[in-house]
Nanobody
Framework: QVQLVESGGGLVQAGGSLRLSCGAS????????MTWFRQAPGKEREFVAA????????YYADSVKGRFMISRDNAKNTLYLQMNSLKPEDTAVYYC??????????????????WGKGTLVTVSS
């Protein structure tokens, strides 16, 4: 079992920045590919960014590319999402997820083994 807890959400003005964190406990964090998803009101949960086991590879949704950066610190069992130049359309509950996979990156909701409960990000215009 892996327990994931997100933090760092809040209210920010458009153009501002936030850094989300996802703390992991349980089995070895470094064995999991980690991914951020988000779900806006009335919409399906969508992929945001993914990172490989040791952080050497990353992948982003087109909507956040160039503005968001995913990273991880395996020594601290923590995943991060630095969000810059935030837009009102970034408003959503952000979830971190872990996948035990041989693939370098995991981007599908169905491929995740563990989920956090989410943290709300609200971007005002």
């Amino acid at each position: 079992q892996v327990q994931l807890v997100e933090s760092g959400g809040g209210l920010v003005q458009a153009g501002g920045s936030l850094r989300l964190s996802c703390g992991a406990s349980g089995r070895t964090f470094s064995r999991y590919t980690m991914t951020w998803f988000r779900q806006a009101p009335g919409k399906e949960r969508e992929f945001v960014a993914a990172i490989s086991w040791v952080g050497g590879s990353t992948y982003y949704a087109d909507s956040v590319k160039g503005r968001f950066m995913i990273s991880r610190d395996n020594a601290k069992n923590t995943l991060y999402l630095q969000m810059n130049s935030l837009k009102p359309e970034d408003t959503a509950v952000y979830y971190c997820a872990a996948a035990s996979t041989l693939a370098l990156l995991a981007t599908s909701r169905d491929g995740m083994d563990y989920w956090g409960k989410g943290t709300l990000v609200t971007v005002s215009s």
